[in-house]
């Protein structure tokens, strides 16, 4: 290499370098919305641990430096309600509003889970029966709804559907708030992201977790571990790109799916195995802290409280 050919090299930097740097930097700075709190499945009890590790959850997400705004909670917030009578349905929800009182400050948005509609069989003619005591106590005034935060639209459906010929119940949208759905969708401005969450996933690889879901050798997922209508859902979501996130909870389990622009998120629980344990297969007991963007994407960090 002559003088010459290494001015020229030398003279080509200046033009290398910016050009390079213009291609890989960001585009424009997003801006965080929303800072919340997930918790679900809380499973609460009278008893002294899972009052304590309700206690400690709600410590534990409002002692951070970076605080939540508020908490969404993704339903069973009770152990059971739907085999049991009256009294003992009464202690769960007074040991949960006990902890609410005493350890938590922040607002709470419901979601119901299938733990907290009570389908004792004896009540069946008792005006609380089903969701309309979980209803009231969660003061939500619909099983499904939506409203508006910090620029993001949030839809909160049930996706809990009784079947009292097997006294249980299984996993879909029914055809009634299906429609308000497709309305709610439809009037939310397109350049508003969207968060929806219903207590059992809409999709999840979480079906997978157990080899009970195998008979003669294929997977049978029950509509009660997965919505039944998620096609449905599915095509829905597709022709609204500003559905941006679905988080669910029910099945204690952690995952995140990417799937047509949608974020799937199963959040874990609060009991851990129903507290009886922290672990339940491979998911630690915990909570979710959500950061929520202007640019319609999402971040979870899922934390032990313990
Ligand atoms: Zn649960």
Not at 102 to 112: F, G, K, R, T, W
Not at 162 to 176: L, R, S
Not at 210 to 216: F, L
Request: aromatic share 12%.
């Amino acid at each position: 290499m002559n003088r010459r050919t290494i001015l020229k090299s030398a003279a080509l930097l200046p033009f290398v370098s910016p050009s390079t740097e213009l291609v890989t930097s960001a585009p424009t700075a997003r801006k965080r919305s929303v800072r919340f709190a997930y918790m679900g499945d809380t499973h609460i009890t009278p008893e002294t641990k899972p009052m304590e590790g309700v206690a400690k959850c709600f410590h534990h997400a409002q002692n951070q430096t970076d605080k939540p705004a508020f908490f969404l909670h993704g339903g069973d917030v009770i152990m059971d309600a739907l085999k049991q009578d009256r009294t003992d349905v009464q202690k769960q929800w007074d040991a949960w509003h006990t902890v609410v009182k005493a350890d938590n400050s922040l607002p709470i948005e419901y979601c119901i889970g299938n733990h907290d509609i009570w389908g004792y069989e004896q009540a069946q003619t008792d005006p609380m029966y089903g969701k309309k005591w979980a209803v009231d106590l969660m003061k939500i005034g619909n099983r499904y709804r939506s409203f508006d935060r910090n620029g993001w639209h949030f839809i909160i459906l049930d996706s809990v559907q009784m079947t009292p010929e097997n006294k249980w119940y299984t996993g879909f949208i029914d055809p009634e708030q299906l429609d308000w759905l497709k309305s709610d969708l439809a009037k939310t401005d397109p350049k508003t992201p969207i968060l929806i969450l219903s207590h059992i996933p809409i999709f999840s690889p979480t079906g997978f977790y157990s080899q009970q879901n195998v008979k003669n050798g294929n997977w049978t997922i029950s509509g009660g571990l997965v919505l039944s209508n998620t096609p449905d859902l599915i095509k829905l979501f597709y022709q609204y790109p500003n559905v941006k996130a679905a988080l669910s909870g029910h099945m204690h389990l952690l995952d995140r799916v990417e799937y047509n622009g949608v974020t799937y998120l199963c959040n874990g629980a609060v009991s851990g195995n129903w507290w009886k344990t922290e672990m339940h297969e491979q998911t630690k007991a915990g909570y979710a802290l959500f950061d929520l963007y202007d640019d319609g994407t999402v971040e979870r960090t899922y934390l032990q409280y313990r």
